[in-house]
T-cell receptor, first 114, second 110 residues
Framework: DTGVSQDPRHKITKRGQNVTFRCDPI?????LYWYRQTLGQGPEFLTY????????KSRLLSDRFSAERPKGSFSTLEIQRTEQGDSAMYLC????????????FGSGTRLTVV | DQQVKQNSPSLSVQEGRISILNCDYT??????FLWYKKYPAEGPTFLIS?????DKNEDGRFTVFLNKSAKHLSLHIVPSQPGDSAVYFC?????????FGPGTRLSVLP
């Protein structure tokens, strides 16, 4: 386990469909974060987990978005009834709570809603 | 309201010269700052950080300077190498999360 893995790398979906992304963090990392990045912008915070508990959600996370981390290991991010505005790169990151460096990011899932 | 700003979308530098990337922030509650580097089709990679109690941190060719009174930080890369060509994000910590700037695309020309 050398890094944060995200699956799939790319997803093209029709508007109105549901999509689910998966993130496998570095195994010893207890914090897991989801970010969204659109063209020309930096990553924007969506939500984060400490172990299995979802501790904070951004106002960017509408009711159509739900994230889970059922056993404190991998996490899923589901988007229901996708809209074209959901097209973005969805980044997962993890870190150890007591280590004062930044996150380790995955390579992201690029979502295109057509 | 962008709390972290990187006003230069792009920067070109000759190989061997110094690259200076700038970042400004508005929230005085930020207590920790980082720089990330991102290559195409990859996630951002942590580069270097600085606590708000320091004004300089150095790691090899990379040095980050923090001017708290001006709410400004900068990343210096000396000497610049073609492999440094990437998008650089400045990020600032508030509470448990980081706020990212929009990034600066650095091109190091051989």
């Amino acid at each position: 386990d050398t890094g944060v893995s995200q699956d799939p790398r790319h997803k093209i979906t029709k508007r109105g469909q549901n999509v689910t992304f998966r993130c496998d963090p570095i195994s010893e990392h207890n914090r897991l974060y989801w970010y969204r990045q659109t063209l020309g912008q930096g990553p924007e915070f969506l939500t984060y987990f400490q172990n299995e508990a979802q501790l904070e959600k951004s106002r960017l996370l509408s009711d159509r978005f739900s994230a889970e981390r059922p056993k404190g290991s991998f996490s899923t991010l589901e988007i229901q009834r996708t809209e074209q505005g959901d097209s973005a790169m969805y980044l997962c990151a993890s870190r150890l709570i007591r280590v004062n460096y930044g996150y380790t990011f995955g390579s992201g899932t690029r979502l295109t809603v057509v | 309201d962008q709390q972290v700003k990187q006003n230069s979308p792009s920067l070109s530098v000759q190989e061997g010269r110094i690259s200076i990337l700038n970042c400004d922030y508005t929230n005085s509650m930020f207590d920790y700052f980082l720089w990330y580097k991102k290559y195409p089709a990859e996630g951002p990679t942590f580069l270097i950080s600085i606590s708000s109690i320091k004004d300089k941190n150095e790691d090899g060719r990379f040095t980050v300077f923090l001017n708290k009174s001006a709410k400004h930080l900068s990343l210096h890369i000396v000497p610049s190498q073609p492999g440094d060509s990437a998008v650089y994000f400045c990020a600032a910590r508030y509470g448990q999360n980081f706020v990212f700037g929009p990034g600066t695309r650095l091109s190091v020309l051989p």
